[in-house]
C-alpha cells in the first residue's frame, strides 16, 4: 500500500496523548467510616472493575478512530507497477492517399478519425501529427473539429521523418515513459534501406482495406504524328488481364470523347484518344474505380506551342541549323555579322555565333546584357585563325572558360555524358559502339564548366554552364563531321527547346518545375495563377523576352490553372497528384519491430489505462472512522 501524501503519518504520534492522559487520570478514594459501609464493600469492588473496562474500550476506539483519520487523509492507495510514472503519448496518423481505402463502409482514414474520438480520454494531453499538420499538448476537446476535417494528401512522410518528429514531439526527461502510436496501413514508399529505431514503445495500429486492387490513369502523352489528328496516349495502371474499363474525356466540363482501355496482363494498358490538332484543350480524363478516388482523374492542357526564338551569327555554313530549326517548331534567322541589327537580340532566346573570326566589342557587351537577362548563347569557334582575345573578353563574367592556343592535330569525340540535360530521353541506354565524329584541330581551353561532349584525350568539344555552351573545335566540313552525326541534332534542337520551357502536358504536384511563359511584364506587374475563387503566386523572374515560373512551391490542389496577367489569360497549367499511392503494396507489422500491434485504437487506449489504474482506499478509512465513532457512543450509553 501506497500514500499519496505519506507525511501525514508522523501525526500518528498523536496517539501517545490520550495514552499518557488515560494513564494519569488517577483518583484518589478517601475512605469515610459508616456505619453500614460493609454491606456496599462488594458493589463498590463491581463498579471499579466495570468503569476501568469502559476506560480501555474508550482508549482503543479514540485511538483506532484518530488513526483511522490520519490514515485517511494521507491517502492510501494501491497502484501498478509503471502507474505512476508520468506518461507522454504521440500519435502518428497517416493521411496520405492510401489511407481513402475503405474498409466496412468507412475509408481507413476516416476509421481512425472516429475510434481516436471515441476512446482518447477527455482529460489526457498528448500530441498528434498528421503527413501535414501537428497539433503539440493538447487535449481531444482542442482538436476534435481539426480531427473530423483531417484532409488527404499526397505529402507523404517516411519513417525516418516519422520518427524524427516524433522524437521532437517527446520531452528530454528520461523519468517519463513514452508511448508512440502509429496509424498507419504501412504502404511500402514509407520505408527507406535504413529504417532508424525510436527509444519510445512503439504502438501500431495496422488498418487494412477490404480490397487493395486499384485501377489509376497514370500518366498521358501525345506520340508524335504528322495527321491532322494529335494521338493522346493514355496509360491506366492496376487492370487485370481481360478486365475492361471506360474512360471518358472532358474539355472545360464537356464531354468530347470517350473510349475504353482493356487490361493485357501487364501493370500498364494503354489506349489513345484522336484529338484536333491546333485546338486548345483544358482536359479531364476520368475513369471509374471504388478503391481510391484522387487517381480516377487526370488533368492535362493542350495550348499553342510557343516557338523559340532563334538568331545565328554565321561566317561559315548555317544550312545545317536551318534544316534543324525548321519553320514548324522555331522562329530561326541567319545574319551576317555586317548586317546584324543589335537591337533585335534581346528578343531571342537562343543566339549562336557560328564561325566569327573576331567579336566586336559592342557586340560583346550585347550578349552579356542578353545573357544576363536569361537568354541562352552558343559558341562556335571558326576554322581558320580567330581573335583568340576578343572570344575571351566575351567569356568574363559569364564563364571560367578561356581559349588559349590551337591544336592542329586530329582528334576523335569519344566521351558523352548521357546524364546532362541535352541528353535526357535521347538514348535508351549508354551507347558503346557509338560511332563517333572527330575533329580535325581544336583549341585547348580551361574550363571549370561541365564538360557535354569530350575528346579521346579528356579534352572538352562542348562545354556547357548556365545557359552557355561553348564548343571548342570548328563544325565547318573542312573541320570536323559533328553536323553529319546523330548527336548535331539533338544536341542543337535541345539546346534551342529549353531557351524556352514550354509548358508540358501537365506538371506533377510536389515536384519542382519550370515553365516560360514568352510575354514581357509591365512594370511591378506579377503573374498569377487562378483556379475558381483561389490564387497562386509562384516564383517568377521576368526578362526581356519571357517571364520565367518555377514551382519549387507548386499550388495545393491538382486542376487547370489559368495564368494570369491582370485580367489577361497568358495560358493554361495543369497539375496532377504523384500516382505513388496508386500501386497498395503494404508491409508487414514485424517490419517496424513494435511492442504491440493491433488493428483497433480502442485496445491501445484500454491497455494504456488499465497500465495506469490506481485504487484509492481512503474512503474505506473514513468509513472505519465513523464506525469508531459509533462503537464510543454506545459504549458511552450501555457501559
Not at 291 to 315: G, M, W
Amino acid at each position: 500500500m501506497q500514500f499519496k501524501h505519506p507525511e501525514l503519518l508522523w501525526a500518528l504520534f498523536l496517539l501517545l496523548i490520550p495514552i499518557i492522559i488515560h494513564l494519569f487520570q488517577l483518583r484518589r478514594f478517601k475512605k469515610t467510616p459508616f456505619t453500614n459501609v460493609a454491606m456496599l464493600q462488594k458493589v463498590v469492588a463491581e463498579s471499579r472493575k466495570s468503569n476501568t473496562l469502559k476506560r480501555w474500550l474508550l482508549l482503543l476506539c479514540r485511538l483506532s478512530l484518530l488513526a483511522v483519520l490520519v490514515l485517511a487523509f494521507a491517502q492510501p492507495f494501491h497502484a501498478k507497477p509503471g502507474a505512476l510514472t508520468t506518461k507522454e503519448t504521440v500519435i502518428y496518423l497517416d493521411n496520405s492517399f492510401s489511407m481513402s481505402a475503405q474498409a466496412n463502409g468507412l475509408t481507413l482514414i476516416e476509421k481512425a478519425v472516429q475510434d481516436l474520438i471515441q476512446v482518447i480520454p477527455k482529460d489526457l494531453e498528448f500530441s498528434l501529427f498528421t503527413n501535414s499538420q501537428t497539433f503539440s499538448e493538447v487535449t481531444l476537446d482542442e482538436i476534435q473539429n481539426d480531427l473530423l476535417s483531417v484532409p488527404s494528401t499526397a505529402a507523404q512522410l517516411t519513417l525516418a521523418q516519422i520518427m524524427l518528429k516524433a522524437n521532437a514531439l517527446f520531452s528530454d526527461a528520461n523519468t517519463s515513459e513514452k508511448h508512440l502510436v502509429f496509424i498507419s496501413d504501412l504502404q511500402q514508399r514509407l520505408f527507406t534501406e535504413n529504417n532508424p529505431v525510436t527509444t519510445a514503445n512503439l504502438h501500431l495500429i495496422h488498418l487494412l482495406p477490404e480490397n487493395n486492387s486499384n485501377i489509376a490513369i497514370d500518366s498521358v502523352y501525345i506520340a508524335p504524328n504528322s495527321d491532322d489528328q494529335i494521338p493522346l496516349n493514355v496509360v491506366v495502371s492496376g487492370l487485370k488481364s481481360d478486365q475492361t474499363v471506360p474512360i471518358s474525356l472532358f474539355n472545360k466540363g464537356r464531354l468530347i470523347a470517350k473510349t475504353a482501355v482493356k487490361g493485357t496482363g501487364q501493370p500498364q494498358s494503354n489506349s489513345v484518344l484522336s484529338l484536333q490538332r491546333n485546338e486548345p484543350i483544358q482536359g479531364r480524363l476520368v475513369i471509374e474505380d471504388p478503391v481510391l478516388d484522387f487517381d480516377n482523374h487526370f488533368y492535362f492542357c493542350i495550348d499553342q506551342r510557343a516557338k523559340p526564338k532563334i538568331l545565328a551569327i554565321s561566317e561559315t555554313d548555317f544550312d545545317f541549323l536551318t534544316r534543324i530549326f525548321n519553320d514548324e517548331e522555331f522562329e530561326f534567322q541567319n545574319y551576317q555579322i555586317n548586317t546584324l541589327q543589335y537591337s533585335e537580340l534581346e528578343s531571342q532566346n537562343t543566339i549562336i555565333l557560328n564561325g566569327l573570326p573576331t567579336i566586336p566589342t559592342g557586340l560583346s557587351n550585347t550578349l552579356r546584357s542578353f545573357w544576363n537577362a536569361g537568354g541562352s548563347l552558343v559558341v562556335i569557334p571558326p576554322n581558320e585563325s580567330f581573335d583568340l582575345n576578343s572570344y575571351n573578353s566575351l567569356f568574363q563574367g559569364m564563364t571560367s572558360l578561356q581559349f588559349n592556343e590551337i591544336i592542329p592535330f586530329e582528334q576523335r569525340i569519344t566521351a558523352i555524358t548521357f546524364q546532362h540535360p541535352l541528353y535526357t530521353g535521347v538514348f535508351q541506354s549508354e551507347v558503346q559502339n557509338f560511332d563517333y565524329p572527330k575533329a580535325n584541330s581544336s583549341v585547348k581551353v580551361t574550363s571549370n564548366s561541365s564538360q557535354i561532349l569530350s575528346f579521346s584525350s579528356g579534352a572538352p568539344f562542348l562545354t556547357g554552364q548556365d545557359n552557355i555552351f561553348v564548343f571548342t573545335a570548328s563544325l565547318a566540313k573542312e573541320n570536323s563531321d559533328f553536323i553529319n552525326s546523330p548527336l548535331v541534332v539533338p544536341t542543337f534542337y535541345n539546346i534551342g527547346d529549353n531557351s524556352l520551357k514550354n509548358s508540358e502536358l501537365y506538371l506533377t504536384l510536389g515536384t519542382e518545375g519550370k515553365v516560360d511563359i514568352p510575354n514581357s511584364l509591365k512594370k511591378d506587374n506579377i503573374l498569377k495563377l487562378t483556379k475558381s475563387d483561389y490564387e497562386f503566386i509562384p516564383l517568377q523572374q521576368s526578362f526581356s523576352n519571357k517571364i520565367s515560373l518555377n514551382f519549387e512551391e507548386p499550388p495545393n490542389s491538382e486542376g487547370v490553372y489559368a495564368v494570369m496577367d491582370g485580367n489577361d489569360t497568358l495560358r493554361n497549367l495543369s497539375f496532377n497528384f504523384p500516382r505513388n499511392e496508386s500501386t497498395l503494396l503494404y508491409n508487414t507489422p514485424e517490419t517496424l519491430n513494435p511492442k504491440t500491434v493491433n488493428s483497433d485504437i480502442s485496445v491501445f487506449f484500454a491497455d494504456l489505462q488499465e497500465d495506469s489504474t490506481i485504487t484509492p482506499y481512503w474512503k474505506w478509512f473514513v468509513i472505519l472512522a465513523l464506525l469508531f465513532a459509533m462503537l464510543e457512543l454506545l459504549i458511552q450509553k450501555l457501559l
